[in-house]
């Protein structure tokens, strides 16, 4: 960052970077020299020392040296009523400012997503390959307040097994579920 900082002052008049005795600083781009600045987007008050320290882009905003200008033109006072900028800016490039973001995963709960949780856990269960057929044949219908109703064939999952993983599935969605076996025929000879 300080090799950054360098080259760019390099390649500006000595006076942008380093303020006279009296806060005054030229910018960069302009031959204009004035102790008290103005930036176009957020109507701040900038001195001097602070737009020079800051590479002539606002400390509030972050806006570039384009849009800092000496005179307020787009205001009846000139910039008076402006309010100054502090030095503890959103844009302190000496403090990385960190927002604290909640990344975990979040799961909406509707019909579709728990068809497909219920029937991963059912794939689970399954051992063999009978039961991971009865589970991708399995009927799986939701109601109205997230219930859940599974309705197995007793040929390819067998009527002692209990879907443990579904059940354990169903307790942390907070869902009730209905477990049952129906009779039907072998789907091959």
Do not use: Y
Not at 28 to 46: E, M, Y
Not at 93 to 102: A, G, N, Q, W, Y
């Amino acid at each position: 960052m300080s090799q950054v900082r360098s080259k760019i002052s390099s390649e500006w008049p000595r006076r942008s970077t380093r303020p006279d005795g009296d806060g005054k600083a030229r910018h960069p781009l302009w031959d204009r020299d004035s102790d008290t600045w103005f930036c176009l987007h957020c109507d701040g008050k900038i001195t001097g020392v602070q737009i020079a320290k800051n590479l002539w882009h606002c400390p509030a905003c972050g806006a570039v040296p384009v849009d800092i200008l000496d005179t307020a033109f787009w205001c009846e006072d000139e910039g008076k009523s402006l309010p100054p900028i502090g030095d503890k800016a959103k844009s302190d490039i000496s403090k990385p400012e960190f927002h604290v973001v909640d990344d975990r995963p979040k799961l909406e709960l509707n019909e579709r997503n728990i068809v497909l949780l219920m029937r991963s856990a059912l794939l689970d269960d399954s051992t063999n390959v009978s039961e991971r057929l009865g589970a991708l044949l399995a009927e799986i219908t939701v109601d109205e307040d997230n219930d859940v109703w599974i309705r197995s064939k007793s040929d390819l999952w067998p009527d002692d097994k209990a879907p443990t993983q579904a059940i354990n599935v169903a307790a942390q969605l907070g869902i009730e579920i209905e477990w049952e076996t129906m009779w039907s025929k072998i789907p091959f000879h």
